[in-house]
């Protein structure tokens, strides 16, 4: 078996290269690529150098499985040509919401995966519903969930690299007392925070927050009601959400701290106390989903608080579609 990344050079791409390094999938060789400005620069891969090719040359039967790491107009444009020759698994939004492409969070929806034969191609979720959903699943599981309101708290890495490198300009800038530019968000994001992102739709929401309740519907559960109000905050890396949880079932806050921490891919941080509970700094760069501060809603004695934190670019992003390839090769791919 050989794999491709496309977008190889980008955030997410070179995520996904550190994850395969330490992933159990046996391949053969694994094919760089990116847009022709990137052509001919050379990448580690387990002591390596792999040269990177132009997604203009590049042939997509060279691979098995390949990784789409390079936005929706990439994904647009070549997605379906890819698919005729190899199995597509898109970390984009834009084929999430097709019914016969199968979303995956596979801690969740594993199942999924059977249909990929209908299109060759398996969408992975938003970064911000990823996480959330590895954390209802097993709740809904046991308690039934009938709603989830949720505020975000979202890391500039999710916008990509432009807007890291701006955040840290802008901060700069700042200190120094210098004019704030604004390029790649709608107001100045350094010591501040937008209660904005992607473009807005129907009533007031924007296609983050759509993203959510569709998403998660499809994923867990088209019954659940969901809203979703979603922020861009001065953070690098990682997303943290504030999630109420409303549960048709009778619970306890023991219980349901108990299914949490025995939950696949979920870590419940849970002391209170000071530092008692997971800030998105201290996630950065692990491979779980962190749970803390879960508490009874003191105005619904159906519902839940808690606060879920996560690493955009791994679980979010790049670790969860390496994850869909081990499920994928383990029990679907040739059977």
Known sequence: MNLAIIGATGNVGRKTIEILEKSKIKFSKLFLVASER?????????????????????????????????????????????????????????FRMDKDVPLVVPEVNPDQLAMYKKKNIIANANCSTIQMVLALKPLHDHFNIKRVIVSTYQSVSGAGKAPMDELLTQSKDFIAGKKINSKNFTKQIAFNLIPHIDEFVDDGYTKEEWKMEKETKKILDPKIKITATCVRVPVMVSHSESINVEFEKPFNVEKVRDILSKSEGCKVLDERKNGGYITPLEAENSYMTFISRIRKDSSNDKAINMWVVSDNLLKGAALNTVQIAEKLIKDYYGK
């Open 38 to 94: 990137s052509e001919g620069k050379k990448i580690k891969f387990k002591g390596n150098d792999i040269e990177v090719q132009s997604l203009d040359k590049y042939d997509f039967s060279s691979a098995q499985i390949t990784f789409f790491a390079a936005g929706s107009k990439i994904a647009e444009l070549w997605i379906p040509k890819a698919c005729k020759n190899t199995i597509v698994i898109d970390n984009s939004k834009y």
